[in-house]
């Protein structure tokens, strides 16, 4: 006598618990990425950007990706020291082992 093969399930019971997985993981995961998604700005419109400080909004061409902002005040005014790409990134890749 041959074994007896398991009852096949159905169609039904596989989408049942595939949504139960998916709806765990999703509901475990929704908190850590809403607030990962908050930290870096993805949910706020580029129209909600206020400058608080009462000077215009300054752009620096020729530069992008800026970090490590510094205001330094002197007695002949204001100097601001940044870190930035320019338009060649090639001495970016220099910082980089090789």
Known sequence: MPPASPPARSNSTVIAVTLFVLTTVIALLY?????????????????????IHGHELKVITGTRMCEDLHLHTTSSGQVLITACEGENNEARWKWFPG
Do not use: Q, Y
């Open 31 to 51: 908190s850590p990425l809403k607030l990962r998604a908050e930290v870096l700005g993805l949910t706020r419109p580029l129209s909600s950007i206020k400058n």
